[in-house]
T-cell receptor, first 116, second 118 residues
Framework: GESVGLHLPTLSVQEGDNSIINCAYS??????FIWYKQESGKGPQFIID?????DKRQGQRVTVLLNKTVKHLSLQIAATQPGDSAVYFC???????????????FGQGTILTVHP | SAVISQKPSRDICQRGTSLTIQCQVD?????MFWYRQQPGQSLTLIAT?????????ESGFVIDKFPISRPNLTFSTLTVSNMSPEDSSIYLC???????????????FGPGTRLTVT
């Protein structure tokens, strides 16, 4: 399949290491954030989300951290596996008022490569 | 979660022609959206597909170029009209799943339609 990450930042890790992918957002009104994983030739896959009233949320092998002061979001993947290799996008949304549901603003993306 | 399918999965089209992309969801959803992903870039929202009314377009996108239909709560189409090579992109359907009040809310994407215009 074609790659959609030809011009994106890259992160290379060894299998078993922990990975940290960072994202800066610009809209201080954003109150909902999502991380997506996109494998070659596929659509974005929902990984984890977090609301602005939280600063940390954990899933299976993944943790999202939100720092609203500096408008920074990170995705931590524990014990990274070759199957985690993909492009990772952060996305932000504003739910307040209910008029912007679904209207995501995406970050530029990061290519994660996991070496066996 | 919602399962989203798109047709066609990919196509190669000649400039000046139009292509209609279909999006089918396996359950009724309130909100459906169309996004574009240009080569090597991130996703950009084209429009919100409103059931029973005209779509709502984002800045830079117009109905004449990207007409959208949404006849029911499980189906939508996006047409890319009078295509040029600059329209070569992945076009993705997206739905919001869950309680709009925010108790349960996730947003899913279809597999995308890879369009190449020659």
């Amino acid at each position: 399949g074609e790659s959609v990450g030809l011009h994106l930042p890259t992160l290379s890790v060894q299998e078993g290491d922990n990975s940290i992918i960072n994202c800066a957002y610009s809209n201080s009104a954003s109150d909902y954030f999502i991380w997506y994983k996109q494998e070659s030739g596929k659509g974005p896959q929902f990984i984890i989300d977090i609301r602005s009233n939280m600063d940390k949320r954990q899933g299976q092998r993944v943790t999202v951290l939100l720092n609203k002061t500096v408008k920074h979001l990170s995705l931590q993947i524990a014990a990274t596996q070759p199957g985690d290799s993909a492009v990772y996008f952060c996305a932000e949304n504003t739910h307040a008022g209910g008029t912007s549901y679904g209207k995501l603003t995406f970050g530029q993306g990061t290519i994660l490569t996991v070496h066996p | 979660s919602a399962v989203i399918s798109q047709k066609p999965s990919r196509d190669i089209c000649q400039r000046g022609t139009s292509l209609t992309i279909q999006c089918q969801v396996d359950s009724q959803v309130t909100m459906m959206f169309w996004y574009r992903q240009q080569p090597g870039q991130s996703l950009t929202l084209i429009a919100t597909a409103n059931q029973g009314s005209e779509a709502t377009y984002e800045s830079g996108f117009v109905i004449d170029k990207f007409p959208i239909s949404r006849p029911n709560l499980t189906f939508s189409t996006l047409t890319v009209s009078n295509m040029s090579p600059e329209d070569s992109s992945i076009y993705l359907c997206s739905v919001v799943w869950g309680d709009r009040g925010g108790v349960i809310y996730e947003q899913y994407f279809g597999p995308g339609t890879r369009l190449t215009v020659t």
